[in-house]
């Protein structure tokens, strides 16, 4: 996921980043927001397992919702790979180099399925009770999770639905030149657009729905629920694509904006996705995912795009908090957090409560501190998984590049 497009590529900071392509563009601020991503979903789960309130409805500060809803980290995974991985078709939409479709999906290939598939067959045995069970991760090998069709292996695939959403979105990206070089083709998509918002409309009103609560939970977190974001994404791509240039000199010419105007927005753009993700928190997640307040999901992905595009045109002086390299280094290593960090916390989380009970109701110093040693034993098994799983076809995947 670390690959953009047919732009002028940043040799210097490509070069120490494995995976990328010698012709495609390496973005640092992409790199620290995953960071970011990775962080914000590690201390929602840290705080599911030791506050408890991940089911309820709780008032909190917007700064305490971004732990406590610290999902949206998936979300702006998702905003980050629409971003990303448009860039190239819309190059070739608008008359740039072709992308050579089987390279393409090789390149995914080799970024997704080592270490899932390692995951896969760990989770497999690790939770079996009897010699059968453990062919039950077999579906997930076909992603089939994304379609209601695979048992839960807990606490290992509770995070596996996202990549399911992603290799759909991996799967229907390649039309999107086809819908946008031609004026027939952009009527197609627009139909196609009209039809989807109209089904997704009908869907979260109740005009149908899936025929079990665990169907109607995986269509809300499909794809179909989640596309808002990955168009979002892609919406930004175009932006950057089309308008980047001319918006970075829009943004640094007006003197307001190199002094502090950039970062005030910055600020705005954050305050108000904290009001959100705090009225997520007194809704109640697993309220308003099938329900029409499931569009809270379109100015959540229009928060996210927005700092996105702030990052990475707009004259922020504040940016080396955003976007460094502590962050970079742990948007490195986050597909592996993501896939190790919820078997350890759960681990933890029953040790705290086998032996301080007291401390297993809510944060605390102690917890605290605690945590943040997970963390960094998450940080150096990822870094460990990342070296001898990731990396190898990372260096693989950088090859293709015809």
Not at 3 to 12: E, K, N, Y
Not at 50 to 66: E, H, M, T
Not at 114 to 139: C, D, I, K, Q
Not at 259 to 271: R, V, Y
Request: hydrophobic share 55%; aromatic share 12%.
């Amino acid at each position: 996921m670390n690959t953009t497009a047919d732009l002028a590529p940043d040799d210097a900071a490509a070069a120490t980043a494995v995976g990328v392509r010698r012709s495609a563009t390496y973005f640092p601020e992409v790199e620290s927001l995953r960071g970011i991503a990775i962080l914000l979903v590690f201390l929602h789960h840290a705080d599911a397992s030791i506050s408890g309130l991940d089911a309820g409805k709780s008032i909190v500060s917007p700064l305490r919702a971004f732990a406590l809803e610290g999902r949206t980290g998936v979300d702006l995974f998702f905003v980050l790979s629409g971003f990303l991985l448009s860039l190239p078709f819309l190059a070739e939409a608008a008359g740039g180099k072709r992308v050579v479709r089987r390279d393409y999906y090789a390149r995914r290939t080799l970024r997704i399925l080592p270490l899932y598939y390692a995951a896969v067959a760990t989770a497999s045995v690790l939770s079996a009770t009897r010699l059968n069970e453990v062919f039950r991760g077999v579906p997930y090998l076909f992603f089939l999770n994304g379609v209601d069709m695979a048992a839960p292996l807990s606490p290992y695939s509770a995070v596996w639905w996202s990549l399911a959403t992603e290799v759909e979105f991996y799967l229907i990206l390649p039309l999107l030149p086809f819908l946008l070089r031609s004026r027939l083709g952009r009527w197609i998509g627009g139909a196609i657009l009209c039809l989807y918002a109209l089904s997704l409309w009908t869907f979260l009103t109740g005009a149908w729905h899936a025929s079990t609560i665990t169907g109607q939970i995986t269509l809300a977190h499909s794809l179909f629920g989640r596309a808002p974001l990955f168009l979002f994404g892609g919406a930004a791509a175009w932006i950057y694509l089309h308008h980047g240039e001319r918006l970075r000199k829009a943004l640094s010419r007006p003197t307001w904006m190199r002094l502090g105007g950039a970062d005030m927005a910055l600020l705005g753009i954050w305050t108000a996705l904290g009001l959100t993700l705090q009225w997520l928190a007194s809704q109640g997640y697993w309220h308003v995912e099938a329900h029409v307040a499931h569009l809270w999901h379109v100015p959540e992905g229009a928060f996210w795009t927005a700092i996105l595009l702030l990052l990475l045109l707009g004259p922020v002086r504040t940016k080396p908090v955003f976007s460094n390299r502590i962050l970079s280094t742990v948007g490195i290593l986050s597909y592996s957090i993501y896939m190790i960090h919820v078997p350890l916390l759960m681990v933890f989380s029953r040790w705290l409560r086998q032996q301080e009970p007291a401390l297993s109701v809510g944060w605390s110093a102690p917890v605290v501190g605690m945590v943040a040693l997970v963390l960094l034993v998450c940080l150096a098994l990822a870094a460990v998984t990342y070296r001898f799983i990731e990396r190898p076809f990372l260096t693989r995947k950088a090859r293709i590049d015809r």
